[in-house]
C-alpha cells in the first residue's frame, strides 16, 4: 500500500468519526431536549400540587382561630405582633387604609361581627427535595352580616347562627425555566395538563385578578385559592348527649324525636306519638362501658360512644356507633356589661316584661338574680317577640313560665337563656312553655337552660313528678336525674344522664342549629380556578 492510501484512509476515517459525533450530539441534544422539557414540566406540576397544600394549610389556620374562640386552651384566637424590624406577624384587622395585629381574640371577633375582614400571612416554608423549595399562603376571613348587600351576601342563618368565609391563596416558588413546558402540540403522550394551570411568572395574577394591580415578581410562582365555608355547630343536635354515664330512658319510657316544623312529624308542632320519628339519637361522649350506659325503654334512633363496647342494646332501633365523639365546651360565667336593675331575686312571684326594644336575638334584655325559689314569669313585649337572657347564681327550685302572644294571633313569644351557677331542683309542671304548648314551631328553642361549669364541687339537674317540659338543657359538668312520669320536649347535653320509670325525652329535630354556638366545622370546600 503506497502512503497516498494510507493517507486516504486516514481521512476517511476521520470523516467517519465526525459523522459519527454529529450524530450522537444530535441524539443527545434530542434527549437532552425532551428530558429538559420533562423536567420542567414535572416542576410545574410539583410546584402546582404543593400551592394547593399551602392554600389548605391556611385554611386550616383559620378555622383553628375560629374554633380557639370557643375552645378552651391555652391557643389564643388572632393573635398577631410586630417582628423587630416593624413588620407584622399573624392576624391582621384594617384600620383606615392600612393593616395593623389583632389585640386580642375579642378584637378579631369583634372585627368579623360587622363587615370587616381578617387576614393572615402564612410564615414562608422552606422544604427540601425536588420540585419547589418554599410555599406560604395569604389568608382571608369574613363573616358579612344578614344586611350586608355586597359580594357576598350575608352569612346570617335563619336561625341566627353567623357563618364564615375562608379564603385561602396558596403559592409555591416555582423552579427551572419561565415557562410552562415544551410539550409538542401534537405528541400524543403529552397530557398538556400544565398549559390549563395558573402560573404567574412575571406578575402576580392574584394582585391582578382580585386587586386590579401590577405586582412584579422576584421569581414564578404557583397560585391556587381554595374557599371554605364555615357553619357554627350548636349543642342540640341530638335528643341526648352525655359526658361521661347514661342511664335511660326510664323502663316504661322512649327517646325518639318529632319535628315541630313538619305537620306529618308532629300535631300543632306538638310531639304526637302516633306520628314518632327514629332520630332520637344518644351520643356517650366516653367509652361505652356495661357500667356507664344502659338503656332501659326504647331508643328509637342511634347511639354512638368514643369507643369501648356497647352492652344491653338491643331496645335499640337504629345503627351503634363507637367512634362519635362532640367536643362540648364549658360555660363561662357570663361577662355581661348591661344589666337591668330590677328583679335582682326571685323570692315572691315576678313577671318580666321585655322591653319593645329587645326584640332581636342579638340585643336580649338582662337580668341577674341571687334565686329563683317562687315564680318566674316572663312575658314578651305585646305583638311581637321578646328576648332575654337571664343569670342565675344560686339555685333554682320555683316556678318558670314563659309567655307568647298566641291570643293576638301573633305567633310570637318570649325567648328566654337562663345561665344558672348553682343547682335545679323542679318538678316538671313547674316549667311553662306556652310557645311549645300553644303550638309554636321549634316551641322548646323557647326556653334554654345553660349550667355554668362549677368551680368546685358538683352541679345537680333533677326533675320529679308529676308534669312534661319543653325545654333545651346545655349542662356538660352536671348530673342530669328526671324520676317518675316527666317527659322532655327538646334535647338534653349533661355530664350524667339518668331517667327511670316513665321517663323519656322526645327531641324536636328542628333543633339543630339553635343555641349558644360550642364550635365550628366545615360546610363546603371549593377550588376558585380564576
Not at 375562608?166 to 415544551?182: C, E, F, H
Not at 381554595?226 to 349543642?235: F, G, N
Not at 343536635?237 to 323502663?251: K, L, Q, W
Not at 326584640?359 to 314569669?377: D, E, G, H, S, V
Request: aromatic letters at 10%; one cysteine or more; proline letters at 5%.
Amino acid at each position: 500500500m503506497t502512503p497516498s492510501s494510507n493517507r486516504a484512509l486516514r481521512g476517511n476515517t476521520t470523516v467517519v468519526a465526525l459523522l459519527m459525533l454529529f450524530v450522537l450530539s444530535l441524539v443527545g441534544a434530542n434527549v437532552l431536549y425532551n428530558i429538559s422539557a420533562r423536567y420542567n414540566t414535572t416542576q410545574k406540576n410539583i410546584g402546582w400540587q404543593e400551592a394547593l397544600f399551602a392554600a389548605e394549610s391556611g385554611a386550616d389556620v383559620a378555622l383553628a382561630n375560629l374554633r380557639w374562640t370557643k375552645i378552651s386552651g391555652t391557643n389564643t384566637a388572632f393573635a398577631a405582633g410586630t417582628n423587630d424590624d416593624g413588620s407584622y406577624w399573624g392576624w391582621l384587622k384594617p384600620s383606615g387604609s392600612n393593616w395593623v395585629p389583632c389585640t386580642s381574640a375579642t378584637d378579631g371577633s369583634t372585627q368579623l361581627s360587622g363587615t370587616k375582614s381578617l387576614t393572615y400571612n402564612l410564615p414562608t416554608l422552606s422544604e427540601g427535595g425536588d420540585g419547589t423549595t418554599q410555599i406560604w399562603a395569604k389568608v382571608v376571613l369574613d363573616g358579612p352580616p344578614m344586611s350586608n348587600s355586597g359580594t357576598p351576601k350575608g352569612l346570617v342563618d335563619s336561625k341566627g347562627n353567623q357563618w364564615y368565609r375562608i379564603r385561602s391563596t396558596g403559592y409555591a416558588a416555582l423552579t427551572g425555566m419561565s415557562r410552562v413546558g415544551d410539550d409538542i402540540v401534537t405528541d400524543m403522550n403529552a397530557r398538556h395538563k400544565n398549559a390549563l394551570r395558573k402560573f404567574s411568572f412575571k406578575y402576580d395574577r392574584y394582585e391582578s385578578f382580585y386587586n386590579n394591580r401590577l405586582v412584579a415578581l422576584a421569581k414564578p410562582q404557583a397560585q391556587r385559592t381554595i374557599e371554605v365555608l364555615v357553619q357554627p355547630k350548636t349543642p342540640f343536635e341530638a335528643a341526648v348527649i352525655a359526658g361521661t354515664s347514661f342511664n335511660g330512658p326510664g323502663s316504661a319510657g322512649v327517646i325518639d324525636s318529632f319535628d315541630s316544623t313538619n305537620t306529618a312529624k308532629s300535631t300543632n308542632a306538638q310531639y304526637d306519638s302516633s306520628k314518632r320519628q327514629q332520630h332520637g339519637d344518644v351520643l356517650l361522649n366516653t367509652a361505652a362501658t356495661s357500667s356507664n350506659f344502659s338503656v332501659g325503654g326504647t331508643i328509637y334512633g342511634d347511639v354512638g360512644s368514643n369507643g369501648g363496647t356497647f352492652t344491653n342494646i338491643g331496645s335499640v332501633t337504629g345503627s351503634v356507633n363507637n367512634n362519635a365523639y362532640t367536643y362540648l365546651p364549658p360555660v363561662n360565667t357570663p361577662t355581661w356589661t348591661t344589666i337591668n336593675a330590677t328583679p335582682t331575686t326571685v323570692t315572691s312571684n315576678t313577671t318580666i316584661n321585655i322591653p319593645a326594644a329587645n326584640n332581636t336575638l342579638t340585643n336580649p334584655a338582662r337580668y341577674k338574680l341571687a334565686t329563683i325559689t317562687k315564680t318566674l314569669t316572663v312575658t314578651p313585649p305585646s305583638g311581637s317577640d321578646g328576648y332575654a337572657e337571664i343569670w342565675v347564681t344560686g339555685d333554682i327550685t320555683g316556678a318558670i313560665t314563659i309567655n307568647d302572644n298566641t291570643s293576638s294571633g301573633s305567633q310570637t313569644g318570649a325567648h328566654v337563656k337562663i345561665y344558672f351557677a348553682g343547682n335545679i331542683n323542679v318538678k316538671g309542671r313547674d316549667l311553662t312553655n306556652n310557645p311549645y304548648s300553644d303550638g309554636l314551631q321549634l316551641g322548646a328553642a323557647y326556653l334554654q337552660f345553660y349550667g355554668i361549669n362549677p368551680s368546685s364541687g358538683t352541679q345537680t339537674v333533677s326533675i320529679g313528678s308529676p308534669g312534661d317540659f319543653a325545654a333545651c338543657l346545655y349542662a356538660p359538668a352536671a348530673t342530669f336525674t328526671m324520676t317518675g312520669n316527666p317527659d322532655i320536649y327538646g334535647s338534653v347535653v349533661t355530664n350524667n344522664f339518668s331517667g327511670n320509670g316513665n321517663t323519656g325525652v322526645h327531641y324536636d329535630e328542628a333543633l339543630a342549629g339553635f343555641g349558644d354556638v360550642i364550635d365550628y366545622r366545615r360546610a363546603s370546600w371549593v377550588e376558585d380556578p380564576r
